[in-house]
């Protein structure tokens, strides 16, 4: 069965730390991975997207890297600031041939940036 | 700018009763989706839209229903709530073709079903 697996499940680090989520899957066959950010109370928003042959990608202070060998990919952000403060989960898309349905959600990791 | 609105924001019922939870947006995008997020759970796929008139069953389809007569709406229908469909529903939009295409989210709905 695919899965995507998030940790850690919550974390708590001062503002202006750095702080690396990590998200390992089983699905197969990969096609994407995607991050998104959550805030409290509003839908996910797309942070990144990575194709299997990408290593990293940045999006200003967040940095996603993959590594498809091992099935593992993380999110890396930067100088944390208060507004970072949200879930953030990982979608592994599945080669589908053009299906849309084709995506597996991780349970996300709930982030806390105290000041 | 182009959006994605669902209505109410926030509804209670009660156990039974048919509640319909509206999905609207303006992107002009073929697809559309449904799902529902719960506590120790990811987000889960009630049912999903190619385009007008098609419809289809996701993981967690049982009890919901969903039809789509234009393009720019998918209105999901619990028959009869139950209290195990207390949630927060999230609709979502993407272009047609491929999976990899990003979906863009409403605010989602909060549901409670006494």
């Known amino acids: 069965k695919n899965q995507v697996e998030q940790s850690p499940q919550s974390l708590i680090i001062l503002e202006g730390k750095n702080c690396t989520l990590q998200?390992?899957?089983?699905?197969?066959?990969?096609?994407?991975l995607r991050w998104y950010k959550q805030d409290t109370g509003r839908g996910p928003v797309s942070l990144t997207i990575m194709t299997f042959s990408e290593n990293t990608k940045s999006n200003g202070r967040y940095t996603a890297t993959l590594d498809a060998d091992t099935k593992q990919s993380s999110l890396h952000i930067t100088a944390s600031q208060l507004s970072d403060s949200a879930s953030y989960i990982c979608?592994?898309?599945?080669?589908?041939?053009?299906?849309?349905?084709?995506?597996?959600f991780g349970k996300g990791t709930h982030l806390i940036i105290q000041p | 700018d182009a959006e994605i609105t669902q209505s109410p924001r926030h509804k209670i019922t009660e156990t039974g009763r048919q509640v319909t939870l509206a999905c609207h947006q303006t992107w002009n995008h073929n697809n559309m989706f449904w799902y529902r997020q719960d506590l120790g759970h990811g987000l889960r796929l009630i049912h999903y839209?190619?385009?007008?008139?098609?419809?289809n069953k996701g993981e967690v389809s049982d009890g919901y229903s969903v039809s789509r007569s234009n393009t720019e709406d998918l209105p999901l229908t619990l028959e009869s709530a139950a209290s195990s469909q207390t949630s927060v529903y999230f609709c979502?939009?993407?272009?047609?073709?491929?999976?990899?295409?990003?979906?863009?989210f409403g605010p989602g709905t909060r549901l409670t079903v006494l």
């Open positions: 998200c390992n899957y089983t699905v197969s066959p990969f096609s994407n």
């Open positions: 979502a939009s993407s272009e047609s073709g491929q999976g990899w295409n990003e979906q863009f």
């Open positions: 839209s190619y385009g007008v008139h098609d419809t």
């Open positions: 979608v592994v898309i599945l080669y589908s041939g053009g299906g849309a349905d084709g995506l597996t």
